[in-house]
């Protein structure tokens, strides 16, 4: 099987991002840039440059008009265009701040915008070199920067060392929130990325459920009058005495045999068998881990060995396609790091119903184990056993499915719990339901189920 490497939302980051969303954020700064430029002429009475603060709002200006109408407005931008408005926007507010004091500007802060934004919608890398420019630039202002002054001819200025203060602050920013929002950002699509494989592989285990129940529905509620027809053509053909008549009841007969084989291989739209929806406890698991039964790796059922379940009729559940997908994804990953051997064992009392899934592996790494259910968790490696590769994603929606059905998982090593050498020292994961969760299903042996109902679409 190729390996199939996992996907990284970093790499599709940036074209998520709108130029619409661009072009709102640096309005909105063109019109702060102008009442700040207002505000500290008519009430602070601060002698600026007006001309070029406005020759470098017009180019702000431009720079957005010529993106309104050139492009249009769902236009999605790749990694090197964000990056260019960006740098763009660092630039234009150097230029400013420079012609305003410099780091005397306290205004001076908002250069740790872009690379916000960079942090959030780009690669590191390019962060990496948005940042190196904002911390360059903001170290030249510290030194080099037009004086501020009143109309009276007063220089407005802060002494030196709050100044390399105000710098050093600076580029701690800089760097820390490249650091923190790129990070965040990155798990936040990471969690986004998983829950959608999650949906993904619910909705498709509801449709191979759906299309059983159809099959199943659709062969037992035909299954009576094709039977009837059948029945019905065989006397026929004995009785008829005429060739032709014979050969169309033969033909009758051999078209309801037809009806029926098509039945056991395919089905359409039609209706959910009710009693598909509930099975025993071990008959749902068994389903769950048949896809992984002949991968080389003996498993062994061990259900109700427990003594408080030895008395206990065993628990009727619904076949709820998150139990099975997650199940399923469990026993796979315990198939691909075992070496010989898996034990599912099933026990119940009054209050719970449990799951445990042991395989004779190496057990979850030490730097790992807190970690389990995180999407996305680095891979262990295996003595090179064909399978299916990486243990992140698969257990996150395994353990995400089995959690929406009102499970408690536990992740632990069979070595930690006593188990034997060579035994049960592997993998332990613990899935724990309680009783009433299923309770109308323990009902439903007891109960009639009631006309079979139409699947909703």
């Given at each position: 099987?190729?390996?199939?490497?996992?996907?990284?939302p970093?790499?599709?980051?940036?074209?998520w991002?709108?130029?619409?969303?661009?072009?709102?954020?640096?309005?909105?700064?063109?019109?702060?840039?102008?009442?700040?430029?207002?505000v500290?002429?008519?009430?602070?009475?601060?002698?600026?440059?007006v001309?070029?603060?406005?020759?470098?709002?017009?180019?702000?200006?431009?720079?957005?008009?010529?993106a309104?109408f050139?492009?249009p407005?769902?236009?999605?931008?790749?990694e090197?265009?964000?990056?260019?408005m960006?740098?763009?926007?660092i630039?234009?507010?150097?230029?400013?701040v420079?012609?305003?004091?410099g780091?005397?500007?306290?205004?001076?802060?908002l250069?740790?915008?872009p690379?916000?934004?960079?942090?959030?919608?780009?690669?590191?890398?390019?962060t990496?070199l948005?940042?190196?420019?904002?911390?360059?630039?903001?170290s030249?202002?510290?030194?080099?920067?037009?004086?501020?002054?009143?109309?009276?001819?007063a220089?407005?200025?802060?002494p030196?060392v709050?100044?390399?203060?105000?710098?050093?602050?600076?580029?701690?920013?800089?760097?820390?929130?490249s650091v923190?929002?790129?990070?965040?950002?990155s798990?936040?699509?990471a969690?986004?990325?998983?829950?959608?494989?999650?949906?993904?592989?619910?909705?498709?285990?509801?449709?191979?459920?759906?299309?059983?129940?159809?099959?199943?529905?659709?062969?037992?509620?035909?299954?009576?009058p094709?039977?009837?027809?059948?029945?019905a053509?065989?006397?026929?053909?004995?009785?008829?005495?005429?060739e032709?008549?014979?050969?169309?009841?033969?033909?009758i007969?051999?078209?309801?045999?037809?009806?029926?084989?098509?039945?056991?291989s395919?089905?359409?739209?039609?209706?959910?068998?009710?009693?598909l929806?509930?099975?025993?406890?071990?008959?749902?698991?068994?389903?769950?881990?048949?896809?992984?039964?002949?991968?080389?790796i003996?498993?062994?059922?061990?259900?109700?060995?427990a003594?408080?379940?030895?008395?206990?009729?065993?628990?009727?559940?619904?076949?709820?396609?998150e139990i099975?997908?997650?199940?399923?994804?469990?026993i796979?990953?315990?198939?691909?790091?075992?070496?010989?051997?898996?034990?599912?064992?099933l026990a119940?009392?009054?209050?719970?119903?449990?799951?445990?899934?042991?395989d004779?592996?190496?057990?979850?790494?030490?730097?790992?184990?807190n970690?389990?259910g995180?999407?996305?968790?680095?891979?262990r490696?295996?003595?090179?056993?064909?399978?299916?590769?990486?243990?992140?994603l698969?257990?996150?929606?395994?353990?995400?499915l089995?959690?929406?059905?009102?499970a408690?998982?536990?992740?632990?090593?069979?070595s930690e719990?006593?188990?034997?050498?060579?035994?049960?020292?592997?993998?332990v994961?613990?899935?724990?339901?309680?009783r009433?969760?299923?309770?109308?299903?323990?009902?439903?042996?007891?109960?009639?189920?009631?006309?079979?109902?139409?699947?909703?679409a």
């Amino acid at each position: 099987m190729a390996e199939i490497a996992p996907y990284d939302p970093l790499e599709h980051r940036s074209n998520w991002v709108r130029l619409r969303t661009l072009i709102v954020l640096r309005w909105i700064a063109i019109f702060g840039q102008l009442a700040a430029i207002t505000v500290a002429q008519r009430l602070f009475n601060l002698d600026l440059n007006v001309g070029l603060c406005f020759l470098a709002i017009g180019a702000s200006i431009i720079a957005n008009l010529i993106a309104v109408f050139v492009y249009p407005e769902n236009k999605r931008l790749s990694e090197g265009e964000v990056a260019r408005m960006l740098i763009f926007d660092i630039f234009q507010l150097t230029f400013l701040v420079f012609l305003t004091g410099g780091l005397n500007n306290p205004f001076a802060v908002l250069i740790i915008a872009p690379v916000a934004i960079s942090a959030m919608a780009l690669k590191p890398a390019t962060t990496a070199l948005i940042a190196a420019i904002s911390i360059c630039l903001v170290s030249i202002l510290a030194f080099v920067h037009l004086p501020l002054m009143t109309r009276d001819g007063a220089i407005m200025q802060i002494p030196p060392v709050f100044v390399f203060g105000f710098l050093a602050a600076i580029i701690i920013g800089v760097v820390f929130l490249s650091v923190y929002a790129g990070r965040v950002t990155s798990e936040v699509h990471a969690m986004s990325e998983a829950l959608a494989a999650t949906q993904m592989a619910l909705a498709r285990e509801q449709k191979l459920t759906d299309l059983g129940g159809v099959v199943a529905a659709a062969a037992h509620e035909l299954g009576t009058p094709l039977a009837t027809i059948k029945v019905a053509s065989a006397e026929l053909i004995e009785e008829l005495s005429d060739e032709e008549l014979r050969q169309d009841a033969t033909l009758i007969r051999d078209q309801a045999d037809r009806c029926r084989d098509i039945l056991r291989s395919m089905g359409q739209a039609g209706k959910d068998d009710l009693m598909l929806r509930h099975a025993p406890f071990a008959a749902v698991i068994r389903e769950a881990a048949e896809p992984h039964a002949n991968r080389g790796i003996d498993l062994h059922y061990d259900v109700a060995s427990a003594s408080s379940t030895k008395n206990l009729k065993q628990p009727i559940i619904e076949r709820r396609p998150e139990i099975i997908h997650g199940v399923r994804n469990l026993i796979q990953n315990a198939v691909d790091f075992a070496r010989a051997n898996i034990w599912i064992d099933l026990a119940w009392d009054e209050r719970l119903l449990t799951l445990r899934i042991i395989d004779d592996g190496p057990g979850f790494s030490p730097t790992v184990i807190n970690r389990i259910g995180d999407p996305f968790v680095r891979r262990r490696k295996r003595d090179g056993r064909q399978g299916y590769e990486g243990m992140g994603l698969g257990l996150f929606i395994a353990k995400t499915l089995l959690e929406r059905s009102g499970a408690e998982m536990t992740f632990a090593n069979g070595s930690e719990a006593g188990g034997t050498t060579g035994e049960r020292t592997g993998a332990v994961v613990e899935a724990r339901w309680r009783r009433e969760i299923f309770a109308d299903a323990d009902d439903a042996d007891r109960s009639a189920l009631g006309d079979n109902r139409p699947i909703e679409a």
